[in-house]
Each structure stands twice: as C-alpha cells, then as structure tokens.
C-alpha cells in the first residue's frame, strides 16, 4: 500500500509499505513482516509527468488534451445547471511577423505575456488553454446573458493593446476573438468549437483587433 505521512514540521511524505505475513505450524497468521520505503521522489516524477502530458511547456496552460476534457465536463455541468456556456478562440495577431522580425526566443516570450494578460481578465472558474502556435481557447461556465462573455472580450482586447515591453524591445501585440455558445443543446464539442473558429475568421476579416459572435445560419452578431 502507499499512504501519506505528516511529520512534525509540517513536511508531507509519501511512504510504500509492502507486509509478507508469517504463519505459525497451524496455518493461521502469526505476524507480519512490513517492509517500508520512502517514495517521495517517485511520486515527485509521477506528478512531473502528469502535469507535463496536460500543460504547454511554454506557458503551463492546460494543453489540448487537458482541453478538451474541461470542456466535455463543462458542457455536462452546463447542461445540468441549464447554464450556458460561453467558447473563446483566439490568437495573437501578426503573430508570425513577429517571429520573423525578431526571432523565435522574443515569439515565445510574447506568447508567455500574452497567455498572462489573458489569465488576469477571465474568472477564476475559467479554462484558458494553448492548443499549439498563437492559437488560444477558453472556456467560460455559468455565463448568464451574452453580455457577460462580450465585457470579457472587450476586455483582453483592451489588455493587448497596451505594448509588450520584451527586454528591450516594445512590440505592439493584437488579438482577434472568435466566441460560440452552449446552451445545453445536442451540439458536438468539434461543431462547438468550429463554431468559435468561424466566428474568429470572421473577426480576422473585420480587420483584427476585435471580438465576434456566432449566430445561427453562420450570421454574425456585431457587438
């Protein structure tokens, strides 16, 4: 068995205990022998693993995989609660000149401050996820009225257009949203997230730097 131990100053250990029971000439169990170890390490590296195989190694946001359970549990929760949900995607606009610009190196750390403006305008019950590149998706449960997921919008808009300052280098960062919603419907998670990504072409034809909205019949909401 493996079990946890708290020690005097407050230190968690992780301890595996294997017990070999002796017999007396009668069968039955004279006593146990316990051997024991310490597997703090092993579960250190359990844990490493773990968390890599669901985080972005550039950012540490949930990954894809990690992704796209939270949304299959948030639509289930959506649906129970009769609360929509509201989808995001969203990427950093001219992503791929900034690159090109000035290497790799200062494209990563913009993705970096990038996801970080994003973390400090969502809620705390919010999934903001890296699916690879500039690409973004996040998740937000319980909205109440579109307007909810829009203040949100408008808000990391705002938020990127104020420079990235990158060593010594200011870099005039945009985002363009693309939002879907949920609302306890039969809708598939792939048509979900479409959805959201149509709406994102459709903010990047509008002229980037802004939010759009699915509709129905692939009509789109000008907030």
């Known amino acids: 068995m493996e079990f946890r131990r708290i ?20 069968g039955n169990v004279d006593r146990i022998i316990v051997i ?25 946001l949930p990954n894809r995989r990690m992704f ?5 549990n948030a639509k289930e929760k959506g649906k129970r609660s009769k609360r929509p949900l509201a989808l995001f995607a969203l990427d950093c606009d001219h992503f791929k000149q900034i690159n090109d610009t000035y ?31 500039d690409e973004f998706l996040i998740v937000q449960p319980d909205i109440r009225k579109k307007e909810d997921a829009t203040k949100i919008a408008k808000s990391i808009v705002s938020s990127m257009k104020t420079p990235f300052q990158i060593g010594h280098l ?28 149509d709406a994102l072409y459709d903010a990047k034809q ?15 909401s000008l907030w």
């Open 170 to 197: 200011t870099i005039l960062v945009g985002t363009s949203i693309g939002i879907s919603f949920y609302y306890g419907d039969d809708i598939s998670k792939e048509d979900l997230l479409k959805q959201a990504d």
């Open 36 to 60: 024991s170890r310490d597997i703090g390490q092993i579960k250190e590296r359990e844990e490493t693993f773990k968390h890599q195989a669901l985080h972005d190694h550039l950012t540490n």
């Open 103 to 133: 290497g790799h190196e200062v494209g990563d750390e913009v993705l970096k401050e990038f996801s970080n403006r994003i973390k400090q305008k969502v809620s705390d019950n919010s999934i903001v996820s890296r699916i690879g590149g």
């Open 206 to 220: 509008r002229g980037r730097d802004c939010f759009r909205i699915y509709a129905e019949r692939k009509q789109y």
């Open 7 to 26: 020690t005097k100053d407050r230190e968690t250990l992780w301890i595996e205990a294997k017990g070999t029971p002796v017999l007396d000439i009668s």
């Open 68 to 72: 796209d359970n939270a949304l299959e």
